[in-house]
């Protein structure tokens, strides 16, 4: 292939909506840049940019895929990233490497949530924004429709510089309102449009869009504004040059007509991401100094080599493959460079243009381009590899959201707990926004995700990808006990064996604390009533019989315990004696202590369409949460409160379907707070029997 200079590179990540189109749209630009043979299809499995086998068969997106295409002497990068909810941080990964955002919106749904989220993103980065109103072959299909949704939600500078010829099934071409030039297609889905003078029919609307258009343009730059007050208008050259320049500012975002499955409208689209994206050269990287200061980043093609990794692959036949954009001078093959990130040496082997999963071998890669390595050792998503020095400052980490729900995970086949935990961690490596660890209290192996459907993914890659099949279930709630009153308890423990015996006594006052306090043990014995060698021994036994519970058998938190007499005999007394003797005072005191249960209790945020907000303000009450407040942004609310995690195991399916899907919300741990009356003995209860059940099998 041929090698680009970065003022001839353009890389663009596609983002918006699942189901709005996007996979099949860079299916299509690549197949009419000649990059691909044949015309693949999401719905054959066939296209370049969804190639894992759980994205053929659920026909959706899961993770951001590279692919290029060659177009009028330039090179244009193409990132296919997913919609869903549960993947958008993969969108926000490509988001950081891209030069500019094509946000393709279905032209019959309009602006939806996962539209609003990858807007939101651009916007935190600084990424010019392209609208492809996608879809236009539909029925029920608009351009006023979905031009009423953008401005109402991303305001009044989204404005087209295209105009639909013909609509829903009478969809045929696109007016060019730059060039007052229009483009039509054949009903073959050939996408070899005919470029032609604008149809007699349009020219009116088309001349009354333009002078719109010239003056939002005229609007986003003051010099450009004052010859349009003195001409009226612009010229060619100065409406061309003031809309790039307004793009990549974020000032106006202009809005492409098009219809992927029908290859209508894919050149005007390729031509206006070469006229109006910025290259590598015209826009800076974001970056950090070691002082904390943002500074921008120029590419430079000269100097040293040095690249930002923003995706890792974990490949179980190619190992692992590093994706990075070139920041300055060229990251060439069989090279070894720093991984600044680290302060570690890294040998590259082949580096690699990726076109979906089919890899080819480069020399190098230069300045403003992307590409990949297999089989890097240490480095990983947000790292920074180059020479040496290469730069003085630090790019900052991409931030990947924390899990909002957790599932217990068991292998299938004994044995496999430690591939588990392998594949699980080359996975992680890959999706930053999973995690797993073993709960301490419940013993569970856990695995967290952004949601249902990123779980069941990820436990269909270990399978696939690794042979370790698991079965899900919901975790148990991490419950804990603690008391409500202060009391005084007696431990004694005495046997009679023959020869040595066994003996340890001990009173001890257990007393409530704050919550969030845990355990605090007082050794208050005065006049040698236990000698020192045996108040650890007590300490220790009471620890022990705490972590076992007392009601249900979960951990006793936030109480004190303060050891205050006793006694012991000089020849059977010793630590294990103590320590039985601390356990039964424990059981004692709790006895009258009345203890009781606590539960988890989370912050909830839910992310949902305004006109759901009511229905779930009464679902979240329902699940004994507190509404702590609301905030409207656009056409969507948010919702805080704080719920008890026992309410929000199933809650991912329910806001899926009362929101048709348009829903989303984050959690985290808050506090903890005592279970109420009505559920304690149903808790207990259900605890006991589990219990039970675990000893069964056991025996």
Request: proline share 5%; hydrophobic share 40%.
């Amino acid at each position: 292939m041929k090698v680009y200079d970065a003022a001839s590179i353009r890389n663009v990540a596609v983002v918006g909506h699942s189901g709005s189109g996007k996979t099949q749209l860079v299916s299509t630009l690549l197949f009419d840049a000649g990059a691909v043979n044949r015309l693949g299809r999401v719905d054959e499995g066939t296209t370049v940019t969804d190639y894992d086998e759980e994205e053929i068969a659920r026909k959706h997106t899961l993770s951001a895929s590279l692919a290029y295409a060659e177009w009028n002497k330039h090179k244009i990068n193409v990132i296919d990233t997913p919609g869903m909810a549960n993947f958008l941080s993969d969108a926000r990964a490509a988001l950081r490497v891209a030069d500019a955002a094509l946000v393709v919106v279905d032209a019959v749904a309009g602006v939806e949530v996962s539209t609003e989220k990858v807007w939101e993103a651009a916007a935190e980065f600084a990424v010019p924004r392209l609208v492809v109103l996608n879809r236009l072959d539909r029925e029920r299909a608009s351009l006023e429709r979905s031009l009423e949704s953008l401005r109402s939600v991303f305001g009044r500078t989204v404005i087209p510089i295209q105009l639909p010829i013909g609509e829903e099934k009478n969809f045929k071409g696109v007016v060019d309102l730059v060039t007052m030039r229009a483009w039509t297609y054949p009903a073959d889905g050939s996408g070899k449009g005919t470029e032609g003078d604008v149809p007699a029919d349009l020219t009116g609307a088309a001349e009354t869009a333009r002078e719109a258009l010239i003056e939002m343009v005229a609007e986003a730059d003051d010099a450009l504004m004052e010859k349009f007050f003195d001409a009226g208008t612009l010229t060619q050259e100065e409406l061309s040059g003031g809309l790039k320049r307004a793009i990549a500012a974020a000032r106006v975002f202009p809005v492409l007509c098009a219809s992927a499955t029908t290859n209508i409208g894919m050149q005007p689209i390729l031509d206006a991401i070469l006229a109006y994206v910025p290259s590598p050269v015209e826009r800076p990287l974001k970056a950090r100094t070691a002082e904390g200061e943002d500074v921008d980043v120029a590419t430079r093609e000269s100097g040293p080599a040095a690249a930002f990794v923003w995706k890792t692959v974990a490949d179980p036949f190619a190992g692992r493959i590093t994706m990075f954009r070139v920041l300055s001078g060229s990251v060439k093959a069989d090279s070894t460079l720093q991984n600044l990130s680290k302060d570690l040496q890294e040998r590259l082997g082949h580096v690699v243009l990726l076109q979906g999963k089919t890899q080819s071998a480069v020399p190098e890669i230069r300045a403003g381009d992307i590409g990949a390595v297999a089989k890097l050792k240490e480095t990983q998503t947000s790292d920074t590899i180059g020479d040496g020095k290469a730069l003085d400052v630090k790019i900052p980490p991409i931030k990947f959201p924390e899990p909002v729900i957790s599932y217990a995970i068991e292998p299938k086949s004994r044995g496999d707990e430690e591939k588990i935990s392998t594949a699980l961690h080359r996975l992680q490596e890959e999706d930053p926004t999973i995690s797993y660890n073993r709960d301490q209290q419940t013993k569970e192996l856990l695995l967290a995700g952004q949601g249902q459907a990123h779980i069941e993914v990820t436990v269909a890659k270990l399978k696939r990808r690794f042979g370790v099949e698991v079965t899900l279930r919901p975790p148990r709630i991490p419950y804990r006990e603690t008391i409500t009153v202060a009391t005084e308890a007696h431990g004694r423990h005495k046997k009679q064996t023959g020869g040595h015996g066994q003996f340890g006594d001990c009173k001890v006052k257990f007393e409530p604390l704050p919550r969030g306090s845990d355990f605090e043990f007082v050794d208050d014995i005065f006049g040698g009533a236990i000698p020192r060698q045996f108040i650890p021994a007590v300490e220790k036994g009471i620890q022990d019989a705490r972590l076992r519970g007392f009601l249900a058998g979960y951990p006793m938190v936030d109480f004190r315990a303060t050891v205050f007499d006793g006694s012991f005999h000089a020849v059977d007394s010793n630590e294990l004696s103590f320590k039985m003797a601390g356990s039964l005072a424990f059981k004692d005191g709790m006895s009258r202590a009345r203890p009781t249960l606590l539960e988890p209790v989370m912050n909830v945020e839910v992310y949902a369409p305004s006109d759901f907000a009511g229905d779930l303000m009464g679902d979240l009450n329902s699940r004994r949460g507190r509404i702590g407040g609301m905030d409207t942004r656009g056409a969507m609310t948010i919702i805080r409160a704080k719920v008890p995690m026992a309410e929000m195991l199933t809650y991912e399916q329910h806001l899926t379907s009362a929101t048709g899907g348009r829903g989303s919300y984050h959690m985290e741990f808050s506090h903890y707070e005592e279970v109420p009356n009505h559920l304690h003995a149903k808790i207990v209860a259900a605890s006991k029997a589990e219990r039970g059940a675990e000893a069964t099998e056991e025996v």
